[in-house]
């Protein structure tokens, strides 16, 4: 990698921004990265500058099989003010081992360094977030929570440190983006880029990355939020149905009609999909065996969650373990 020049924390993001892109990445988060500075600099006179890079230089595919071309590769980023990586699957071990080195060497230059979508993941494998807030995208919160007990991981859109940034993902890369443009450009510009964007007001990084009726507050259906929160919240030990139902203050038959009338589903079944999808992340996200993985999403033993797994998902674990 070539000699890099140390950069001041003065900018949220500063100039130039090289863009990783991790294969299988979403285009949303790419497209939400990029639209509000390429916008941005219709208005400005000191314009954005990105480029975009991948592992080897070579196009990289997206979750849609698309693949994009890249300016250059990993290997050859230098002076750079800050690097965004964008990730959907978590890499490979074999190329989590190309970058987590490089990641650390850019960190060490004083290069602003992010993370959008699930790529949070592999900057806290490079040891570049503990001690830090962050965030990442929802489905792979918890599996974040529980591989990296020294970042102090939220649910909000975006976190940012010195010279550090994770981003939810999807359209929270534009809201992130804008509060870029704020902090550079003012309030004023970044209105103007969120109008261009169809995307409204801009969100506060603290912002919910899910609206659901337990964060817009007491509505019709509380009972519903609340009782979702909780089995959300389970660990590997499963709690009574009926437990449940009186913490949300209902019956287990009351608790079954909500859920029959909302989600058209029962509770029971409810939890059985939020376990195989947890452990659907687990396998494509985390490095525990398909053993582990059964015992830590609550299934009683390793056939019975190959059995519910084949099941829900057409194949067995197996073939989605990274």
Avoid at 28 to 54: D, G, H, K, M, Q
Avoid at 207 to 232: D, F, H, N, V, Y
Wanted: with cysteine; aromatic share 6%; proline share 7%.
């Amino acid at each position: 990698m070539p000699a890099l020049r140390k950069h001041a924390a003065t900018e949220l993001l500063p100039n130039p921004i090289a863009i990783l892109l991790v294969p299988h990445f979403t285009s949303i988060a790419l497209s939400s990265v990029i639209e509000p500075l390429r916008i941005a600099n219709r208005y400005i006179t000191r314009p954005y500058r990105w480029l975009l890079a991948s592992v080897d230089g070579e196009p990289v595919p997206d979750r849609n099989g698309v693949k994009v071309a890249v300016d250059t590769s990993f290997g050859a980023l230098a002076d750079i003010g800050t690097l965004l990586v964008i990730a959907d699957a978590q890499p490979t071990q074999r190329l989590e081992r190309a970058l987590v080195p490089g990641l650390r060497r850019l960190a060490r230059a004083g290069t602003t360094i992010g993370g959008v979508d699930t790529a949070p993941l592999l900057l806290a494998r490079a040891g570049l977030l503990d001690g830090l807030s962050a965030t990442a995208h929802w489905e792979v919160l918890q599996t974040f929570r529980e591989e990296f007990p020294k970042v102090n991981v939220t649910e909000r859109l975006f976190e940012t440190a010195e010279r550090r940034c994770t981003c939810a993902g999807g359209s929270a890369a534009v809201d992130l983006m804008l509060k870029e443009i704020e902090i550079s450009f003012g309030r004023q510009l970044a209105l103007r880029v969120s109008e261009h964007c169809m995307h409204g007001m801009p969100r506060p990084a603290g912002a919910a990355q899910r609206e659901t009726p337990s964060t817009a507050g007491p509505t019709p259906g509380w009972k519903l939020a609340r009782a979702i929160r909780i089995l959300e919240g389970e660990g590997p030990k499963r709690s009574k149905m009926a437990s449940v139902a009186q913490a949300v203050g209902v019956s287990r038959r009351q608790l079954h009609r909500i859920f029959s009338a909302e989600l058209s589903t029962s509770p029971a079944r409810f939890r059985r999909k939020m376990q195989l999808e947890r452990a659907h992340q687990m396998l494509t996200n985390a490095e525990a065996s398909v053993t582990e993985v059964a015992l830590a999403t609550g299934f009683r033993s390793r056939s019975h969650f190959w059995r519910c797994y084949r099941r829900a998902f057409g194949h067995p674990p197996s073939r989605d373990k990274r």
